[in-house]
């Protein structure tokens, strides 16, 4: 369970990444059924400002000593430098040997790099440091492609909007779809974008709003459990088959075949949690026919079978 929350601050930080870690895990959202989080704001020295990238401060309320006994230790982004502070370094692989759980928003892996935390490990961080992530660390196995990497014990993430993508990731893992939905319906944000989905996204802006595919992403959410083909889905947008594929790529960063995997594993892992429906009917509901079909993406997608996700998820 996911109960305490120490973020990691240092100069030169990046307000927009900071913010992230504070909306997703620092808000108090009991009234709605989220479990309370202990979310602290640490710094090598806490009650002196912290400079930022634009221009303003802000001051940590928490030491380093605050990592000793969190669950999850957020390190966010800032501005790269040569060398990071050692104290902090120490803290860091401290609260990982003794078991927490690491994530780096964008640049932040820079952190976890030089704490010797990314060797032979896959990691990310934003497209246009990924090179240089690999150079200055070249046991870590970076793919600069995708929007986060869940490594089990340290979880890397792409710049900005990935960052929320990365948190929302951790908040499903540890506390459950349900307390995720509820969360990102609160930002006004998608439950979850799938990590393997590319960082650059060809066109992100439609040129013309009737040129979006939103509206026909939103039928699709509303039925998954039936039968859909990249053919009836292009004749459903009025594009031809090549067009509608390559419109598809450019709004999603996916194909429309990994899209309804991922959306309908979600879909799966929303019933298991939340209804004692056979895996059958899961299945069903899902848009997977068949429990063997739902068990083989299942567990590519999320690691474990649909009965073992329910028994350690459903009691959420």
């Known amino acids: 369970m996911l109960r305490t929350v120490s973020a990691v601050v240092i100069d030169g930080l990046t307000p927009f990444e900071f913010g992230v870690l504070c909306e997703v895990f620092g808000v108090d959202r009991t009234d709605d059924g989220v479990p309370p989080i202990d979310f602290r704001v640490c710094g090598e020295r806490p009650g002196e400002p912290i400079r930022t990238d634009v221009g303003a401060s802000v001051v940590a309320d928490h030491g380093l000593d ?33 078991g927490a759980t690491l994530l780096s928003v964008c640049s932040g892996a820079f952190v976890l790099g030089a704490a010797g935390l990314l060797d032979d490990r896959r990691c990310t961080t934003h497209w246009r440091e990924a090179a240089a992530l690999a150079r200055r660390f070249p046991h870590a196995k970076v793919d600069p492609d995708v929007l986060f990497v869940d490594d ?67 039928w699709l959410q509303d039925r998954l459990d039936g039968e859909h083909t990249v053919t009836s889905l292009a004749e459903r947008a009025n594009m031809s088959e090549r067009t509608f594929a390559r419109r598809f790529a450019a709004e999603t960063g996916t194909t429309p075949h990994r899209w309804l995997t ?37 567990t590519s997608v999320v690691g474990v079978s649909p009965k073992d996700y329910r028994r350690s998820f459903s009691h959420r």
Do not use: K, N, W
């Open 66 to 98: 605050a990592l000793a006994d969190a669950d999850l230790i957020a390190v966010s982004a800032a501005t790269i430098r040569d060398e990071y502070p050692p104290r902090l370094l120490e803290a860091i692989r401290e609260a990982h040997q003794r």
């Open 152 to 218: 089990g014990d340290v979880i890397t993430s792409a710049g900005t909007a990935a960052g929320i993508d990365a948190c929302l990731h951790v908040v499903r893992r540890e506390l459950g779809a349900a307390v995720t939905a509820t969360i990102a319906r609160r930002m006004v944000v998608a439950p979850q974008r799938d990590g393997g989905q590319r960082q650059f996204v060809e066109l992100p802006t439609p040129a013309h709003e009737a040129d979006s595919l939103q509206p026909l992403l939103a």
């Open 262 to 298: 991922t959306q309908r594993v979600l879909r799966a892992r929303q019933l298991l949690e939340e209804t004692r429906l056979t895996v059958e009917d899961v299945a069903h509901r899902s848009g997977f026919g068949t429990a063997a079909l739902l068990r083989h993406h299942f």
